[in-house]
Every structure is written in structure tokens, then in C-alpha cells.
């Protein structure tokens, strides 16, 4: 029984090649297909050749190569790279009386999806501040306010970025 167990290990690896799961074959199939290119040259019904000259292709190839690339971007110089926004978020002392839960979430969006809400927090008199990363700076939130009873209708407030506070703040009262 052993014998057979080794026996078809080795068929088994024999048949999976055995490799290492790495890129060494990779840059081989990469070359054989780069020189396996070939250029056409098109021609005219008299047999003459269109294809253009050797000078006009080598401008149009500067030119391409000139116009691509980040070396090539024009950047004003009050940008400054940032992919993500702080915003510093206050509830006020006695918004609600009662328990209640906030759900700080993208403008238009559902509260119920996870992935469209950057705060969800219980929600009680004293109030609370956090500070949430935002992923880029044109963002428009809401915030709901669920009361634990259903007697009451929830709070809803938006916020907006503000392009020319430094540091963004929501307060809400």
C-alpha cells in the first residue's frame, strides 16, 4: 500500500512539473513572443510603397514618448498629493436625551451597506467626537441619528467639504 502512495505521488508531481510556482520561465515566453513580431509595409495597386520614411517615424515616436509618463504632467504647485482628507466630527452634549446610534455615511448612499459608511457609533447625552479619513475631498456625508425607540424619527444632518478651511470640521448640535 505505501508503495502505491509513493508511486502516485511521484506520477502526481511528475504531472504538475514540479516547479516552483516562480516567474524563472516567465521572461522566456515574453521574448519569444516579442521576436516573433513582424511589420508589413503597405503598398500602393502600382506596387509602390505608402509606408513613411524613417525620419517621420522616429519624430512621432520622440513626440508619443515626450507626451506620456508622470514626467510629463503640469502639477500647480498648491497641490499636494493628498489621496485621503481628515474631518474632525463633534456630537453635541445633549443632542439626543435618550440612547441612539449615528451612521456617518456617503451623501445618497445606504446606511445599510458598510462599505458607504466611515462612522457607526452608540450615541447617548454626552455627546462624542472622532476624527474619520475620508478618501478623497470631494465627498458629501450624512449623518442619521437612529433613536433605540421607534417612536421617535431619526436626525438626519449633511455636511459638505469646505474648500477653503485648511482643516475640516462638522459640528453637529
Known amino acids: ?3 502505491f502512495i509513493i508511486t ?3 506520477f502526481t508531481l511528475t504531472a504538475c512539473g514540479g516547479g516552483s510556482g516562480g516567474t524563472e520561465g516567465q521572461g ?14 503597405p503598398t500602393k495597386a502600382n506596387g509602390e510603397s505608402t509606408a513613411p520614411d524613417s525620419a517621420q517615424v522616429n519624430d512621432n515616436a520622440s513626440a508619443m514618448n515626450q507626451g506620456e509618463g508622470i514626467g510629463s504632467m503640469e502639477v500647480d504647485q498648491s497641490f499636494d498629493f493628498r489621496s485621503s482628507l ?8 445633549n443632542l439626543v436625551s435618550e440612547r441612539a446610534f449615528v451612521n456617518i455615511c456617503k451623501q445618497g448612499e445606504s446606511i445599510t451597506n458598510a ?18 479619513q475620508l478618501p478623497h475631498a470631494e ?8 433613536f433605540y425607540s421607534t417612536t421617535k424619527e431619526p436626525l438626519v444632518y449633511s455636511w459638505e467639504l469646505d ?11
Do not use: Y
Open 1 to 3: 500500500m505505501n508503495k
Open 8 to 10: 502516485l505521488m511521484t
Open 28 to 41: 522566456n515566453s515574453t521574448a519569444s513572443i516579442a521576436s516573433n513580431t513582424t511589420t508589413s509595409t
Open 86 to 93: 481628515p474631518l474632525q466630527v463633534t456630537l453635541g452634549e
Open 115 to 132: 462599505d458607504n459608511c466611515f462612522l457607526r457609533a452608540p450615541l447617548d447625552s454626552n455627546g462624542f467626537s472622532a476624527q474619520i
Open 139 to 146: 465627498q458629501k456625508l450624512k449623518a442619521e441619528i437612529w
Open 163 to 173: 474648500a477653503s478651511q485648511q482643516n475640516q470640521s462638522w459640528l453637529i448640535n
